[in-house]
């Protein structure tokens, strides 16, 4: 999905995006990344203004490959490599059941990772009142993947 900068935040879709690019960073541990992630997740979920400890939790268990696992283009042959392209892309499939819906406000994305036995990894998002996507539910993007101990090496 190749979303425009101006689309980017005003769909579901461009809001995983920017969740993932937030989890990038995050993972590397630094405060940008930490400022990132809490632009990616939904107000209500942040307590005054920080990531919630439950939050916490589930992303100290995220290593910086997985991460890279849900950029299109990944494979765990190269540990999730991003490609060298300029611009960040990630795969969804397309589902219309049990997704909730666009105009209520609610809507829930799949994100296919580099790994291709592995089935899209669901993510809800929340529109808030300025019309932007944010991520109310990511623990499925948390958890590890095929293979994974080779890239821990």
């Not at 900068?5 to 937030?22: D, E, H, S, V, Y």
């Not at 919630?52 to 890279?68: G, I, K, N, Q, T």
């Not at 996507?133 to 590890?144: A, G, I, N």
Request: glycine content about 8%; some cysteine.
């Amino acid at each position: 999905m190749n979303l425009s900068k101006t689309k980017r935040l005003t769909t579901p879709q461009g809001g995983a995006l920017i969740f993932i690019q937030a989890l990038i960073e995050y993972i590397k541990g630094t405060e940008l990344g930490e400022e990132f992630m809490t632009h990616a997740i939904f107000e209500d979920d942040l307590v005054r203004g920080d990531l919630s400890r439950a939050d916490r939790y589930r992303l100290v268990r995220v290593h910086e490959f997985m991460a890279r696992a849900y950029v299109d283009g990944t494979s765990p042959d190269t540990c999730y490599r991003i490609p060298d392209k300029d611009e960040m892309r990630l795969r969804f499939r397309d589902q219309t059941k049990y997704v909730g819906s666009i105009a209520s406000g609610r809507y829930k994305v799949f994100v296919w990772s580099g790994e291709e036995e592995l089935s899209a990894r669901p993510m809800t998002l929340k529109r808030n009142d300025d019309g932007i996507w944010k991520v109310v539910e990511f623990s499925s993007m948390t958890l590890p993947l095929k293979g994974y101990e080779t890239c821990l090496e």
